[in-house]
């Protein structure tokens, strides 16, 4: 019997088993909304890289169910080097939790993971929230190795500074509050993504941002939610607008003087808008 708690900080981590591979999962909110939100993480990101104050305010209007996918953090098996096959195994573990009709929350790679549901998984999906993302084909790699390499050379903090915010004093203050609450949680947290796990998502990253790709975005009708900072580094802000001229029923948010981690940095304005987007779009 799965349980469901109301608050992201009391979500305890569950385990499903699908084909053989434990899939480490939290479920929470008020489940009486019928259609959850499923939410799909970045490049190397767990469990513990959701925002409990983004999480809580989307879960106040509905059930909020976040994973590990295969190879990643707690769960078991190996990455796969291919959002195709990403999104296989997320939808295996979706329907294997009984549910028929998603919301979707994809940041970073996870929105590419969310435009393939959309293209390929059109039945599953109701509405779509991609955060800095970027279309197929995108050169999203411009300038992507270069910064990892450099944001692996600093201490932990300032790693997560120079990825997800701008340099300016604003930025990086709002960047430190966010650190502070990805790290309260201090007991069942996941472990990091192992360097096996890394190696498969960057080699995803790379197949999907080379061209020449089918442009397919069209099909996807659903309403979608993009939203991305005014200054990312890693995806390139521009692909964002890219996204919302691609898509035929799209709405646009840039929030100034971000980076990356745009809804962290803006986590209320966020929440006011993806409520808003999943109760009211259609």
Do not use: C
């Not at 349980?3 to 009486?32: E, M």
């Not at 995108?138 to 390499?149: K, N, S």
């Not at 201490?155 to 309260?184: C, H, M, W, Y």
């Amino acid at each position: 019997m799965t349980k469901v708690t109301k608050h992201f900080a009391k979500a305890s981590t569950q385990y499903l088993k699908v084909n053989g591979i434990d899939f480490a999962y939290r479920r929470f909110g008020n489940s009486k909304n019928k259609v959850p939100l499923v939410g799909f993480q970045h490049f190397t990101g767990t469990l513990d890289n959701w925002d409990p104050l983004i999480m809580d305010a989307l879960a106040a209007e509905r059930e909020v169910i976040v994973f590990d996918n295969v190879g990643v953090g707690n769960s078991g098996g190996n990455t796969p080097n291919t959002v195709e096959s990403m999104t296989a195994d997320a939808v295996l573990f979706i329907k294997e939790l009984g549910l028929s009709k998603i919301d979707v929350l994809g940041f970073s790679l996870g929105g590419f993971i969310a435009q393939h549901l959309g293209i390929y998984y059109s039945d599953l999906i109701r509405k779509i929230i991609m955060v800095g993302t970027a279309p197929q084909g995108a050169e999203v790699l411009t300038g992507f190795a270069q910064l990892i390499e450099h944001a692996m050379s600093l201490d932990p903090e300032e790693r997560f500074l120079k990825i997800f915010f701008t340099d300016s004093e604003s930025s990086r203050e709002a960047g430190r509050s966010v650190l502070q609450r990805l790290n309260a949680r201090k007991h069942d947290r996941d472990v990091e993504t192992s360097v096996d796990s890394i190696m498969a998502q960057m080699k995803a990253i790379s197949a999907w941002a080379t061209p020449p790709v089918e442009d397919r975005l069209s099909q996807i009708d659903h309403p979608v939610f993009i939203v991305q900072g005014s200054d990312d580094e890693m995806m390139d802000s521009n692909n964002s607008y890219v996204l919302f001229k691609s898509l035929p029923n799209a709405t646009l948010s840039y929030y100034p003087d971000a980076a990356h981690g745009s809804f962290y940095q803006y986590p209320e304005t966020f929440a006011v808008q993806a409520n808003d987007f999943l109760d009211h779009f259609k």
